[in-house]
């Protein structure tokens, strides 16, 4: 192994620098958590660790680093992660952040042009993956049929005195949407609240059909509670009302 000149440091150094920095660009454009500075500091630290470990000398501390810094990287990355209600937000920014550590280690272990691939690799992912993962999520299921009926329920807790009222619009708005309910329960919830179960069977797509319902019903001030289910699959969305939590 020949000794690390200052020249090799400083090329390396900027490679890895300038690799995290051109993730970071993409990631900033898109008013990511983790953006420009992030990812190139990231890069760089990466970089430089196992750039510190080659100057050393010592032909198996690179490797020994670079399993070091996959490691710190994972402590960074679930920093990002953030619950989002069901769901999470943040894995592709934490991923981002563990690419650019391979970036860097890359550009320290002296493969300059392994690191460009890299980088390119990582945009790659962004910029052509992204409308790819848009077209997937709007394509129908695999051997769906659109003209089967799905049966749903829509349901919605009101307060009492406003029950009348909030059943007739229920049937109005479902009426407007092409909907007739097959059947319809109301049931009495302590002293000032009643819980209205609406079912209807629904041909196509169940969100777009039932989407201007939610809309019109969660406008009401008297219902505290507007959800609908599919009944066979158990799946559930939940409109809250502007300004008031939604109770379970």
């Known amino acids: 192994m020949h000794a ?12 890895g620098a300038a690799c995290g920095a051109l993730i970071g660009v993409e990631r900033q454009w898109r008013a990511r958590m983790a953006g420009l500075r992030t990812n190139a500091l990231v890069a760089t630290g990466a970089t430089l660790f196992v750039l510190y470990s080659v100057a050393v000398g010592d032909a198996g501390s690179p490797t020994r680093v670079a399993s070091y810094v996959v490691s710190g990287i994972g402590f960074l990355g679930g920093g990002v992660i953030l619950r989002d209600g069901a769901g999470v937000r943040g894995l592709n920014t934490a991923a981002t952040l563990w ?21 390119l690799t990582v945009l790659g992912i962004h910029l052509l993956l ?18 089967a009926q799905v049966r749903a329920t829509v349901h919605l807790r009101c307060e009492r005195r ?11 708005a479902l009426t407007a949407s092409g909907l007739t309910a097959t059947g319809l329960r109301a049931r009495r919830e302590g ?32 219902v505290h509670d507007l959800h609908w289910h599919v009944d066979d699959e158990d799946e559930e969305e939940r409109v809250p009302r502007a300004g008031q939590r939604v109770l379970a």
């Open 4 to 15: 690390l000149t200052t020249m090799d440091f400083l090329i390396r150094l900027a490679t």
């Open 99 to 119: 690419c650019s550590a391979a970036v860097g280690v890359l550009a320290a272990s002296g493969r300059l042009a392994l690191a460009a691939l890299g980088t």
């Open 130 to 147: 992204r409308p790819a993962g848009r077209l997937l999520d709007r394509a129908p299921a695999a051997g769906s049929d659109p003209d």
């Open 162 to 172: 406003a029950e009348t009222h909030i059943r007739a619009l229920l049937a109005q």
């Open 191 to 222: 002293e000032d609240t009643t819980s209205v179960r609406a079912s209807v069977t629904v041909s196509g797509d169940v969100a777009a059909a039932l989407e201007q319902v939610i809309s019109r019903l969660s406008l009401e001030p008297g």
